[in-house]
C-alpha cells in the first residue's frame, strides 16, 4: 500500500517543516506545490515539499520567483508565519547538537522555561498535561531526559504542584 503524500513528505523531512526546520505535526502540516497545480505544477514528490499550513496559505498560489522572494526576505533562520522565534526558545536542532551531557539537560531546561514564561495564558495546569507540552516542545528527548527534567522544574520551584494542580514561578 502506499503512504500518503503527505505522510511520504513528513518521513522523508525528518517530521519538519521544509523551510521552518521546525518539528512538524502532521495536523499542522500541509503539502506544498513549489510549482504551484494552478501553473501546470505536477503532484510528483519533486515538486512537494511539507510544511507548516499557514505558511502553505501565505504561499498560495504564487509564482515560484514571488515564493523565492518571500524566502529570500527572511533574514536568518526561516521563520514560517505563526511560530515562535529563536528567541523564544532554544532551537531543537540546537540541542541535538549539543548531544548528551550536562550542557543537554540545561539546554531542554532553557527551552523549557523560555516556552512556560513565554505561554503565560495557556500554562498546563497538570503534570500529564506538562509532560505532553514538553513532548511537543522538545521531540527528542528521551523518556530518563524528560523525567529529569520534571524533577529539575519541581526541584528549582519553578513549579510548583499543589494537589495535583500545577503553579508557576518563572
Ligand atoms: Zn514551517
Redesign the pocket.
Known sequence: MKMPLLDRLLFVQGN???????P?ERSEASVEHLLASSKGGSNAEANCVA??R??NALLGSMSLKEKFRVVLNQRGP???PG?RGPGEAAPASELDASGPGPGRAEGLLRAAVQSLAAHEDTRPRTEAALRNAMRALLPTMTPEEQDALIASLKSSGKVIEEGGRLAYDL
Do not use: I, M, Y
Open positions: 519538519r517543516c521544509f523551510f521552518c526546520e521546525q512538524l510544511c507548516c499557514a505558511l526561516f521563520r514560517c511560530r
